[in-house]
């Protein structure tokens, strides 16, 4: 079974406007970490934005946010103000206690000026 | 500006060479990682260094064997690759493993672009 399902594997914005990405996960421990990645077309992973499954506040880091809702299983990533520079792949990843990285399919992000 | 270096970022190689896919990290990391990712698809966990000692081998052929000849260096040696092995390779380092409660991230770096001939 799928742990991480991201049901968009493109997706178009304006520019300016904000965008959410979706991501669910599914797993039973109760202890587990919620990452997303960009990775452009040049290649680079880069890490945006944590979530831990303790954490009481929804994770924020500039214009990233992560919305959090534990009881439903998702961890969407909201974009801010989209910008040119924000068209790339989107992967949601979990790490659950002791275990190694999961990886969404991905989603296709683009931002039309 | 990454903290994971990988060099080179292009490769071609023809089947029958041996080459070598460097990788180093100044974050004072534990554990290092090799991934092998496709286009359009998520990166594929190859092998997973902790402290130096080879932890986790995802079934990865003989044709790639991983080095880490130290706590900040993790190499990738190729030999006799098919085309089918062409790819992103792409370095992530992480403070742990996941030993225990361990939620770290990845930082990954820019990748190595192969292209088996």
């Known amino acids: 079974a799928q742990k991480i399902t991201q049901t968009q594997p493109g997706m178009f914005v304006q520019e300016k406007e904000a965008v959410t990405l979706d991501c669910t996960y599914d797993?039973?421990?109760?202890?587990?970490?919620l990452f997303w990645y960009k990775q452009p077309s040049s290649g680079e992973m880069i890490f945006l934005i944590y979530q831990g499954s303790y954490d009481q506040q929804n994770a924020t880091e500039g214009r990233y946010s992560l919305n959090f809702q534990k009881a439903r299983k998702s961890a969407n990533l909201v974009i801010s103000a989209s910008q040119l520079g924000d068209s790339a792949m989107y992967f949601c990843a979990m790490r659950e206690g002791g275990q190694n990285f999961v990886f969404g399919p991905g989603t296709r992000l683009s931002v039309l000026p | 500006d990454t903290e994971v270096t990988q060099t080179p970022k292009h490769l071609v190689m023809g089947m029958t060479n041996k080459k070598s896919l460097k990788c180093e990290q100044h974050?004072?990391?534990?554990?290092m990682y090799w991934y092998k990712q496709k286009a359009k698809k998520p990166p594929e966990l190859m092998f997973v260094?902790?402290?130096?000692?080879?932890?986790i081998n995802e079934s990865v052929p003989s044709r790639f064997s991983p080095e880490c000849p130290n706590s900040s260096l993790l190499n990738l040696h190729l030999h006799a690759l098919q085309p089918e092995d062409s790819a992103l390779y792409l370095c992530?380092?992480?403070?742990?493993?996941?030993?225990?409660?361990?939620?770290?991230?990845?930082?990954f770096g820019n990748g190595t672009r192969l292209t088996v001939t």
């Open positions: 260094y902790s402290y130096e000692k080879l932890s």
């Open positions: 974050m004072g990391h534990r554990a």
């Open positions: 992530a380092s992480s403070q742990d493993a996941g030993q225990g409660f361990g939620i770290s991230p990845l930082h």
């Open positions: 797993t039973s421990d109760p202890s587990y970490g």
